[in-house]
């Protein structure tokens, strides 16, 4: 977007070079309205910036938009229809020179109050779109401005419509005091039912936005945008500063700082907006079903001859040998099998708390038309991209934005893939702060319970908790040359045997492989990868083979209601290492005794783990 935009100024200014040259011929009154950027203090040419949507060709700054100039630009031509313009703003406090004061700015403005809502279309798909402009006392939140919000999500509730808000606020209307700040509950309580129907809510925040609309509405949307540069905060600035007697770091309250830091999902810019909603209400339409695949059912993938000859021929490897491979960086990281297998992705970032974990990437992509949540931990391919990444070793934070959106998932009734590869949780002073323990188990918790198919992928290394927390699914796969253990070989031969070298022989006993798991059940599959990922065709057959056998295992998982989903998470995790009440029924079962260290020889009745049968 940053080079377009830049493509854009190089081009505008040719322009606006031309139009100056051609300027000074003319008489006074033919000369070229122009303003002033108050980024860059350029006089530049309002002709050449509203073609530029409003972005100055000299500094791409962002100059702010009147609301009927923003719903042009999103909109189909003559498609917006206004709702609740017979509301008028009252004065419920009688607060002394109120009235006058907005019969002033509406006088100015040509606005009945501060913002403008109703329904249109974007390239031909219904939605709700609302403005607040900056204009109308500041896009303050006064009674009106939150009846028209909270009627609007409460009609496109029933019309099952998406919204879409530009926000632009600074704050509660101070003149209407209590009934101000009600309105701050009011709309989020509507937005609240129009999020439990399963409908589709976009904010896209300007400059500035604050106050009571940046602790409301503003930052309860299913995708969070910033424009290039808005303030965004609760508090502005100055007040910040003052209170704490400190210098404000550059660039704090912006958009760029909020991705950063984990509260919004990305930066929009305008030349990319009206494309950005669209795809947007497309992903996130109500579907019947999940599997709703672009491929007919009969057409097969035919893997090339070559990598079914390697995938026969590949040597037995010892566990150790696997281990040290998984660990090389020439071996594909998880976003290579995200390019491979999404046909777009649209990354969402962060927690919403504080942090975007670079450890883990989530978002939105398409397998064959069908949307698809995919979250991966990415260690890196190269050192400066592991160090980026911490390894791919995750923060809490990083879990907790995998969970956001396994449930985002959820609501909109989307698959969700999973690619593990982790040598472990952080372990750090920064992860115990932040607490890992409750991020991880919260993780397992809610992952046994979502209503959609859950397919995790072990691709490298398994650590421990830190992977398990993103491998909680109705199937389970790994790559034959990957691991997942409790433990690291070389941490267990540290511990029980007192020896680091004996790791090789502790990555024996752990029965860490994958055929090892395959045969306890631990994973439902292990797949088959080819000799050499530096092949391309090699490696592009093989990525092309996974995402058909996804896609053929969303539609199997699709035959079941969702109680017999949820029924069998559940009992695949239930059996493992289930305690048995009788010693017979253990050794019915080839192997169990010794999994579960019950001796077969007395067939009498043995107690619980807890005293009980």
Known sequence: AEETLAKNAESAKTVADGKNA????????????????????????????????YVCYECNYYF?????NRIRMVSDKEAFEPWFTELTTGNPLNFPEYEEKIAKTQEKTGLSEGIVIGKTKIYGEE?????IDSRFMMGSMGHVVGEK??????????????????CCSGGARMQEGIISLMQMAKTSAALKKHSEAGLLYVSILTDPTTGGVTASFAMLGDIILGEPGALVGF??????KQTIGQDLPEGFQRSEFLVEHGIIDGIITRDKMKDTMYQLIVTHKQRTGY????KEEDEKFDISEILKERLTSVENKTPWEKIRGTRQMTRPCALDYIDYICEDFHEIHGDRTMNDDKAIVGGIGHIDGQPVTVIAQVKGSSMTECME????????DGYRKALRLMKQAEKFNRPIITFVNTPGAFCGLEAEERGMGEAIARNLYEMSALKVPVLCILIGEGGSGGALAMAVGNEVWMLENAYYSVITPESCASILFKDPKRAPEAAEHLKLTASDLNKMGIVEKVVEEPEDFSE???????????????????????????????DDRYEKYRKIGRYSEYSEAVGEVPGAAQLLGVSQAPARKRRGLFGRG
């Open 22 to 53: 051609g300027a000074a011929q003319e008489t006074k009154e033919d000369v070229p309205e122009t303003i002033v950027c108050p980024k860059c203090g350029k006089t530049v040419l309002k002709s050449v910036v509203k073609q530029h949507k």
């Open 64 to 68: 702010r938009v009147r609301a009927k």
């Open 127 to 131: 939605t709700v779109l609302g403005v």
């Open 149 to 166: 919000i909270t009627s609007a999500f409460e009609r496109a509730t029933e019309e099952r419509l998406p919204v879409i808000l530009f």
């Open 235 to 240: 508090a502005g600035p100055r007040v910040i």
């Open 291 to 294: 599997a709703n695949f672009d």
């Open 389 to 396: 990444r911490n390894f791919g070793m995750p923060l809490p």
């Open 536 to 566: 391309e065709k090699e490696t592009s057959h093989f990525m092309k083979k996974l995402a058909d056998d996804l896609s053929k295992e969303i539609k199997q998982l699709e035959k079941k209601p969702v109680d017999k989903l949820l």
